[in-house]
């Protein structure tokens, strides 16, 4: 499952915290793994995954941001089960709903 690979990554390479869902005690800042769409052609899996940076403030949502695109472009492609990463998207994502600053990262994966 591409979701659990992403998320034990991250987990291993942030110093923020990292969650599938947003928590009912949600810490300052922390980030939320989603995949958003994935495909299959020749055995060969694909996948959309967004990841939002949640934080106290939007100059702080954006470099957590920044850091989970570079850790992601850097790293994630040393995972064996890995085959492409490609940063899709990247931008301010504010939930004005909430009212929470975040900034989301989108990113096109290749996978088996």
């Keep these: 499952m591409i979701e ?3 998320y ?3 987990k291993t390479n942030l110093s923020t915290p990292v969650f599938m869902e947003i928590p009912k005690d949600y810490p ?3 980030v939320v793994i989603e995949k958003t ?3 299959q052609v020749n055995h ?3 996948s959309t995954i967004a ?3 949640y934080s106290d403030s939007l100059y702080k949502a954006a470099v957590l941001n920044d850091e989970v695109v570079e850790t992601m472009l850097n790293g994630l492609i040393n995972e ?12 301010n994502f504010t939930d004005t709903s909430t009212k929470q ?3 989301q990262a989108v990113f096109d994966i290749v996978h088996y």
Aim: glycine share 4%; hydrophobic share 35%; no cysteine.
């Design 44 to 46: 060969i899996n694909s």
């Design 4 to 6: 659990l690979t992403v």
């Design 51 to 53: 990841i939002k940076s």
């Design 80 to 91: 064996s089960d890995i085959s492409s990463v490609k940063l899709n998207s990247s931008y």
């Design 28 to 30: 300052s800042q922390f």
């Design 8 to 10: 034990n990554f991250l």
């Design 37 to 39: 769409s994935g495909a």
């Design 101 to 103: 600053y975040r900034y």
